[in-house]
């Protein structure tokens, strides 16, 4: 049994060859990744081949020296070289492979088999490069084979870990120290197994002769246990690492589509008002460098809640999806179709002129009056269509989608099916107004910018005071004292009518509480309700909590309220003026004449004034047909016990001939104007003196 020893130091010497190799490769890689001398990449590539190669070839060379053979030899130089020569290609492929920006599978597997394979070419022709006296090289199959697999099983390894941190940021050098390891301990475990699976025949004593103790052959043990663990654990961890990078490719879709259906219409898969808001804001800028015009053409299709309603929102859902495909399969490259919501579509043209986008209109038209067939059904459905152009109707998003919709609203009043384009017009700009005006409406809720300004009414036979009638105005802080006319529907519209008609009511108790400490008779005070605020739940509860705050009499107060507004729900009506009346509030008809309201109903209401329309007195004149209708109107409320009041008198010939027919009270600027308090009670005092 021959005994073969190590000298330790120069297997120190052969670790550190390995290391120091393994450094050079991966800072290489490095510099050719990042783009430095991008020019002599190839010469660098190849340099970088015969140093690797050569380093690898001499950390092999300082292990066989390591290694105390059991007789002398000597060198086959030209085996020698060619093993060099296979590891120079190795290595050249290797770090060719590193420098690439991806990494397949494909590439991965191949890469790992071509190095492991070289490193175990070099090795074992290296061996084969060995010539001993009276000797023989032999190879153990297993460990050879152990070994060809240890060396292909650490090189994709180190491969698939060069890629995963090629990029990475933090804690950068010990990524790199990590990455040496893995691959000087590929050549050395490989290097080591391989020389642990080669024993020698001597030839003259025909006997076999290990080159291990029994020392030596437990420590080739424990290197291939501990390496294998390490290969194992290292394996483990890049599964691993591959189901986290597969998790995070999948999050990342998940996100991806996540944002999509942020600004993807759910029904249509267009895109959707938040797609609309950043698109315009990169149009406009685009804008800014070239003189062309952006088309928004506002779509709104004609009856499509009658398709709802007639053959179900499943047909009109698949009515849009259809509509927004037939559009869509036309669209040229510099053209988007949106959906805004419901049956609102839009669509944008860039780089577009009037003449364009009127053309692209009336293509629209004729696409959207081709019949759908829905679940067996053939529905038939029409648009009306807006159009406003950048920068012509407006400079920004919500400007041109306003003008774009008020002028498709223009092509539904011409009859519908049909396209308008925007022009500023004295409606538009009293549209305009009216939104600027019901903007302000809500801060002067909150500040109270009202007044209440009070309107007497006269008997006819002395004309003396006999009441007022309460008119909100709004003192409005650029634009001065403004009558109800300019504001109250945009206060019915909003909901903040009942808020105002709550203050107006308040008011009024507030004034009767103190012309009843006055002992002045101004009464009763007349509230005008709108119909919103006459059927408000919390009418009756307020109007309690008032009379007990003010502590007033109920008598002192009435309620207007329009003739239409009591023929809405007239059972309804009946029942709520019955309790305002067992309240002790006096009720009057207003507007009487305008509505669709009958005698039959009037006689079952339990009101206590009748308000003649001011549309009857305007040309009142003797022996005029409005003159024999007052006179039936007033005869008959007469006898069903009511006072009748007339609105809107002017002239004393209106007055006289009202008089002449029985009308008990007058109200009108010809006996006195809206004014406030004070004005009113310095008029009544002039009235006596």
């Not at 009216?434 to 809720?445: E, P």
């Not at 206060?491 to 009024?508: D, F, H, N, R, V």
């Amino acid at each position: 049994m021959v005994h073969i020893h190590y000298d330790f130091s120069l297997v120190i010497v052969s670790i550190i060859i390995a290391i120091l190799a393994c450094y050079f490769t991966v800072s290489l890689e490095q510099l050719l990744f990042r783009g430095l001398s991008q020019k002599y990449e190839k010469m660098l590539l190849i340099i970088s081949g015969l140093t690797l190669g050569a380093a690898i070839w001499g950390m092999h060379f300082a292990g066989m020296l390591a290694c105390h053979f059991p007789a002398d030899y000597s060198f086959d130089y030209g085996l020698t070289f060619v093993s060099y020569l296979i590891v120079f290609i190795a290595s050249t492929f290797a770090i060719w492979l590193t420098t690439r920006e991806t990494l397949p599978f494909g590439r991965l597997v191949l890469g790992a088999v071509l190095m492991g394979m070289g490193i175990a070419g070099m090795h074992y022709t290296g061996l084969m490069a060995l010539v001993f006296d009276q000797h023989q090289i032999y190879y153990d199959p297993l460990l050879t084979i152990f070994s060809v697999l240890m060396a292909i099983a650490g090189s994709g390894l180190t491969f698939w870990l060069i890629f995963k941190y090629k990029n990475a940021v933090q804690q950068k050098l010990l990524i790199k120290i990590s990455l040496v390891c893995m691959m000087a301990l590929t050549i050395v475990a490989m290097h080591y197994m391989g020389m642990g699976a080669i024993f020698f025949h001597a030839i003259v004593a025909d006997q076999m002769v290990t080159h291990y103790q029994t020392e030596q052959g437990l420590i080739l043990l424990s290197v291939i246990l501990v390496t294998g663990l390490i290969f194992l654990a290292a394996f483990c961890v890049a599964i691993l690492e591959q189901k986290l990078e597969v998790r995070n490719i999948q999050l990342s879709k998940a996100n991806r589509e996540l944002a999509n259906q942020a600004v993807q219409d759910n029904l249509t898969k267009l895109p959707n008002r938040l797609f609309l808001a950043e698109y315009s804001h990169f149009l406009f800028t685009d804008h800014r460098y070239s003189d062309d015009k952006i088309a928004f053409i506002y779509i709104d299709l004609d009856r499509f809640k009658a398709v709802n309603d007639v053959f179900g929102h499943h047909v009109g859902d698949q009515l849009l999806v259809q509509l927004a495909s037939r559009i869509q399969h036309k669209l040229k490259p510099n053209e988007k179709l949106l959906r805004l919501g419901g049956d609102e579509f839009l669509m944008v043209l860039e780089q577009a002129t009037l003449e364009h986008a009127v053309e692209k209109a009336e293509q629209l038209l004729e696409q959207i009056q081709d019949s759908f067939l829905i679940a067996g059904k053939e529905i038939n459905i029409s648009s009306s269509i807006g159009i406003a152009l950048y920068p012509d109707h407006g400079n920004n998003l919500q400007d041109l989608l306003i003008n774009a919709d008020a002028a498709m609203l223009m092509s539904k009043y011409q009859g519908r099916n049909t396209y308008s384009v925007f022009s500023y017009s004295v409606d538009q700009q009293e549209t305009k107004s009216q939104t600027k005006l019901i903007n302000d409406l809500y801060k002067a809720v909150e500040e109270q910018q009202f007044v209440l300004f009070y309107q007497p009414k006269f008997t006819t036979r002395d004309y003396a005071i006999c009441g007022v009638e309460a008119l909100i105005r709004w003192n409005h802080p650029s634009l001065g004292m403004l009558t109800p006319n300019m504001f109250i529907g945009g206060a019915e519209k909003t909901g903040l009518i009942i808020q105002m008609g709550y203050w107006a009511l308040e008011q009024a108790c507030k004034q009767i509480q103190i012309w009843e400490q006055k002992g002045a008779n101004y009464f009763p005070v007349a509230v005008n309700l709108s119909a919103v605020q006459f059927e408000h739940k919390h009418l009756f509860s307020t109007l309690e909590k008032l009379f007990a705050q003010y502590q007033i009499n109920p008598n002192h107060l009435a309620i207007e309220i329009t003739e239409s507004t009591a023929m809405h729900h007239v059972d309804s009506t009946i029942r709520s003026f019955e309790r305002l009346r067992q309240m002790g509030i006096k009720l009057a008809i207003d507007d009487f004449g305008t509505g669709h309201s009958s005698f039959l109903y009037l006689k079952n209401l339990p009101v206590d004034e009748l308000k003649i329309d001011r549309e009857f007195i305007r040309d009142l004149a003797v022996g005029s047909k409005d003159e024999i209708i007052l006179a039936s109107i007033i005869q008959l409320a007469i006898k069903l016990g009511l006072v009748v009041t007339a609105e809107g008198v002017e002239t004393p010939l209106q007055a006289d001939i009202l008089t002449r027919l029985g009308c008990q009270q007058l109200q009108g600027f010809l006996l006195g104007i809206p004014m406030d308090v004070n004005r009113l009670e310095t008029m009544d005092r002039a009235l006596f003196t």
